[in-house]
């Protein structure tokens, strides 16, 4: 059975206006849980607030949608991978699902590999397709994450309990929280270094 792509689905809150889109991305980071709308990666993968993009869901290029260029309605957190390979394109039928829309996790979905696949529609190929959601980075930043949350739950299950022996278990797990924290010091510098 698939999974849906969001590990929380997005939505738009922001009741504001401004007269330039860029002003909205503090409240995009909110709405769309620091992911990328179309392919869930986090942006501590990309450097964070700072290297996440913003996209025009309509492309504001394409004239018809040029009065949506600063509506909060028409605008998508996004990874560079995707806002790049989404840019312009737009088609009228089978064409692109606004990732805050539940449509669209009838067209994308996740297996338990972590693996995006689509449901075999023209809606569904199109955009796989089109936002390269294909590529294997999109499997490979979801086990990373899913990593992340085991070693979360392993942590907080060697917090509670109090080992009052040596015994080899004992030890052993001792040893694997030591090697979990140099896996954190460098994965957190990493996310650090491209950052800056």
């Known amino acids: 059975m698939p999974n849906k792509i969001h590990k929380q689905k997005p939505a738009r809150t922001c009741a504001k206006t401004y007269s330039d889109y860029k002003s909205f991305k503090q409240y995009l ?96 190929e199109y955009i796989y397709s089109n936002l390269n959601l294909f590529l294997r980075r999109h499997e490979l930043l979801w086990s990373i994450e899913r990593l992340e949350e085991q070693r979360e739950q392993i942590n907080k299950l060697l917090d509670e309990k109090v080992y009052n022996d040596e015994s080899v278990e004992s030890k052993l797990l001792k040893k694997f929280r030591a090697v979990q924290n140099e896996i954190t010091k460098y994965s957190n510098s990493l996310y650090i270094e491209i950052s800056t």
């Open 29 to 124: 980071v909110k709405d769309f849980n620091n992911r990328c709308g179309y392919c869930d990666s986090h942006d501590k993968f990309f450097g964070g607030f700072k290297n996440f993009q913003i996209d025009h869901f309509k492309p504001h290029s394409i004239a018809v949608f040029a009065s949506l260029k600063h509506d909060y309605s028409n605008l998508v957190y996004s990874c560079q991978s995707c806002n790049r390979a989404k840019s312009n394109k737009w088609e009228d039928s089978h064409g692109f699902i606004d990732p805050c829309a539940e449509k669209y996790d009838e067209f994308i979905s996740r297996d338990s590999n972590g693996r995006i696949k689509h449901n075999n529609t023209l809606h569904g």
